[in-house]
């Protein structure tokens, strides 16, 4: 299947099964906002409570926190988000499209780029087991002169950035002739920087309000907490602190599901070391980050490093782990050594010392922080794009002759079992709501009892649930149920008082938690 076809799929399941609706969808929807439905809930709260419990349960130094979306103004000052976290924006005035001009330039030398690669590839077919590319691309005047068109661009465009000079991006993008891709016309806008925070104002009434931003990051929430964490939790440095909760950018390209939102939700923790050993502990942090992906059991070849060439200004180094969305790598999470950058900026705007006094070697400093970032929406997407499968069934000319599963983890699985009565009569239902009634405790339960068996099968398969039982005549003579394994299909008699434990055993997030300990 096409990976674009495959991505209009997900999509579509999500609304059809219950897991993503657009935001205030009866009035058509808002730009880049869900919400998540009844099944999707549960999906995302499963994924919060493995991240959680992997941070604060399987590390002893390592507590919660849950700080307010709204801050002091003063802290997006402290933390340079007011005066640099912003996108270079530019208009089409045909087209009335809005691009940012950084993705432009991008994609313009993406487009040369590519008309290197073709030649190279001529000349490979051209001369076969002769071809020295390395020569090939050092004399070939075509590629010289798109390389040489490739390094100016780059020269141009990083000069017209470290200089905040707005006019030189848009002369490049004249020069360079870019055109807007839906009208192909040049006629463009100037370039303006266009913050991403999103602003309210505290106070009823307009003046003397002030004006407060909805939080991009949940770390700094963290950080301006730290002093308070540590005091109260008598916390000794390596110490961290984790956070779930809201952020919001008002991203301009805002056009890939869940992968670009304007109100998102982040799983962020922030690990205070001693300084001098944060390369170690980066490297703890990006090995615990990528065992964390890789005990979901998807493929791992999907999943990849990218390190950061350009580091933002607080961090000293950074890496990416991406994974391969439908729509290509991309990154799902950040880890981030950030220095004392945070902390400092804190300690210089709010005139409070954010030290730590270190007993064993006898002084004070500020702390250096890891920070690891993951975005939980992305997180879900990455779920549902491993997860979903088409398959042919092939042993039915009808309609149950193909199915759509969701492959997801058991223990994340919104619904771990589906209790379902062969019959609506005989006395199966009420065997069936007995069993449920006891199972309800243990795990998340669904009883069902309209369409046929097999509907009711693929309806379960459809929203990942791992294990469906059916009472039928038997169990009224000999207690026992068929067991069904989503994955296999296989189907297993069982003794009604077995099933607590075997299920349990496998739905439990502790599958998945003792993994990481490995
Ligand atoms: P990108 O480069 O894709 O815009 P970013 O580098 O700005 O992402 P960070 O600031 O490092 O992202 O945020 C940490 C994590 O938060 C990201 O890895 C991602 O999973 C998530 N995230 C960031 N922006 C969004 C968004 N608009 N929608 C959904 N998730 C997001």
């Given at each position: 299947m096409a990976k674009e076809d495959r991505f209009k799929k997900i999509i579509a399941h999500c609304k059809e099964y219950g897991f993503v609706f657009p935001s205030s969808d009866i009035y058509d929807g808002l730009g880049a906002v869900y919400d998540y439905g009844q099944n999707g809930v549960e999906l995302k709260n499963n994924i919060k409570e493995y991240w959680w419990k992997s941070m604060v349960l399987l590390h002893e130094n390592i507590v919660g926190l849950d700080s307010a979306i709204f801050m002091h103004p003063t802290v997006w000052k402290a933390s340079g988000h007011v005066d640099a976290f912003s996108d270079p924006l530019i208009d089409n005035k045909d087209s009335k499209k809005r691009y940012r001009a950084d993705v432009l330039i991008e994609e313009h030398r993406e487009k040369i780029l590519g008309k290197i690669n073709k030649e190279v590839a001529k000349a490979a077919k051209r001369f076969g087991d002769d071809f020295n590319k390395a020569e090939f691309v050092s004399t070939n005047g075509r590629v010289l002169k798109y390389q040489g068109q490739i390094d100016e661009i780059t020269r141009r465009f990083v000069e017209a950035l470290e200089n905040g000079d707005l006019e030189a991006v848009r002369q490049l993008i004249v020069d360079e002739k870019i055109a807007c891709p839906v009208s192909g016309s040049r006629n463009w806008t100037e370039v303006r920087q266009f913050n991403l925070m999103f602003d309210t104002k505290l106070g009823?009434?307009?003046?003397g309000a002030h004006t407060i931003y909805l939080r991009p990051e949940t770390a700094q929430g963290i950080f301006v907490n730290y002093l308070n964490v540590q005091k109260t939790g008598r916390m000794k440095i390596p110490f961290g602190i984790a956070q779930i909760g809201k952020a919001f950018r008002n991203e301009i390209v805002a056009r890939q599901f869940l992968f670009r939102m304007r109100e998102f939700e982040q799983m962020e923790m922030q690990f205070f070391v001693r300084p001098g050993e944060d390369a170690k502990w980066f490297d703890y942090w990006k090995k615990m980050r990528i065992n964390w992906h890789n005990a979901l059991g998807?493929?791992?070849?999907d999943y990849r490093f990218h390190e950061h060439e350009k580091l933002a200004h607080y961090a000293n180094a950074a890496v990416d782990i991406e994974y391969n969305f439908p729509i290509g790598f991309k990154e799902v999470e950040g880890i981030h050594s950030r220095t004392d950058f945070d902390l400092k900026k804190h300690q210089e705007f709010s005139g409070k010392k954010l030290q730590f006094f270190d007993n064993e070697m006898n002084e004070s400093y500020t702390p250096y922080v890891i920070e690891t970032s993951i975005g939980l929406d992305r997180t879900f997407l990455l779920l549902l794009s491993a997860a979903y499968c088409e398959e042919d069934l092939g042993n039915d000319k009808g309609k149950n002759d193909k199915r759509i599963v969701l492959r997801i983890p058991a223990p994340l699985a919104p619904v771990k079992l589906a209790i379902l009565p062969l019959l609506k009569k005989d006395g199966l239902p009420e065997i069936a709501k007995e069993i449920m009634s006891e199972l309800r405790f243990e795990f998340n339960c669904q009883y069902e009892e309209k369409d046929t068996i097999g509907r009711r099968y693929r309806r379960q398969d459809a929203i990942g649930t791992p294990y469906c039982i059916t009472i039928d005549h038997q169990t009224r003579e000999d207690n026992t149920v068929t067991l069904r394994h989503r994955d296999t299909m296989e189907q297993e008699r069982i003794s009604i008082d077995k099933l607590k434990t075997i299920i349990s055993e496998k739905v439990n997030i502790s599958n998945l938690l003792k993994k990481l300990t490995q």
């Open positions: 009823s009434v307009a003046e998807f493929n791992q070849d």
